[in-house]
């Protein structure tokens, strides 16, 4: 009877080592998350999302209240048409110094024509020869002048132009678009509330993939390195594990005390190091999940 006590006591003890897990390191999944802001104040006229609904890059979920916005706009517009309607018409205004040039030009064909044929003076060439030189820099001078009020003109709508500028980026961020492939973590507001600039409209992140934050000795650096893959264990029911591969992608410069939620008391008085392990997630894995490393 005694033989026999010894013997289950032995094997229990063997399946208790057997079931025992080692692993090199622990810790907790995490996931960089993103809280999208608004961009513009107003009321929200429309928001499209959901907590856990997964969003594509550029996808437009809603929009502020902009009308006022477009309002201003259009005043800009008017009073840009306004500014730029008292431009003057370069053309019309030296018509008429051009139909002279064009008829003295004429005359001095004529009358050189006539010298040839012995039937003029010089003095007559001459003279319409001064007359289009005059006319020409009674032109010049004008379209200069012209050129001078025009471009001043056109400098006083300059500003305007650029206020319909910011008009146009102010509308753009009315649009609620969001920046990034994810899930909706949290939603922080709804449909007809007033926002601002800076004002969280929701939380999103990438969960294609999680990151285990996980703490390894100092004795331990030497094993790892960045872009190694290792064995990641998670729980898959009662004394079960699931494994899936990690590649490491960070490996922190500074040690740390083990965070409490992890080690014993005794052992959280060690020094560790913290490293990441990205792992891919096809949707069993969860922000919070704790999870094993193994070399």
Do not use: H
């Not at 004394?239 to 899936?244: A, G, H, S, V």
């Amino acid at each position: 009877m005694k033989k026999l006590f010894l013997f289950f006591f032995v094997a229990a003890l063997g399946a208790c080592n057997n079931n025992k897990n080692t692993f090199d390191a622990s810790g907790s999944f995490e996931t960089v998350e993103t809280i999208i802001s608004a961009e513009a104040a107003g009321a929200i006229k429309q928001f499209n999302i959901e907590e856990g609904q997964t969003l594509k890059e550029k996808q437009v979920i809603g929009y502020i209240d902009s009308v006022q916005l477009y309002l201003k706009k259009v005043q800009l517009q008017e009073q840009i048409k306004a500014v730029l309607s008292a431009r003057p018409d370069i053309a019309k205004q030296v018509a008429t110094l051009q139909e002279q040039l064009k008829n003295a030009e004429k005359e001095q064909n004529r009358f050189s024509n006539l010298l040839q044929g012995g039937a003029g003076t010089q003095k007559q060439v001459d003279d319409i020869n001064a007359q289009i030189e005059v006319i020409k820099k009674q032109i010049e001078a004008q379209e200069s002048a012209l050129g001078i009020s025009s471009g001043s003109i056109s400098e006083q709508a300059s500003p305007l132009q650029i206020q319909i500028q910011q008009i146009n980026d102010q509308l753009t961020k009315s649009r609620i678009v969001n920046p990034i492939n994810g899930t909706v973590l949290a939603k922080y507001t709804q449909v007809n509330e007033v926002t601002a600039p800076g004002k969280p409209l929701y939380k999103i992140a990438d969960l294609s993939s999680l990151l285990l934050r996980a703490y390894i000795t100092s004795g331990q650096l030497s094993q790892i390195k960045l872009d190694q893959k290792v064995k990641v264990l998670v729980d898959d029911g009662v004394d079960k594990y699931k494994e899936q591969e990690g590649i490491i992608v960070w490996i922190s410069d500074k040690a740390e005390f083990t965070p409490k939620t992890i080690q014993t008391k005794e052992e959280r008085a060690n020094l560790v190091y913290a490293i990441k392990i990205k792992v891919p997630n096809d949707g069993s894995l969860k922000i919070g999940m704790y999870g094993e490393v193994k070399f």
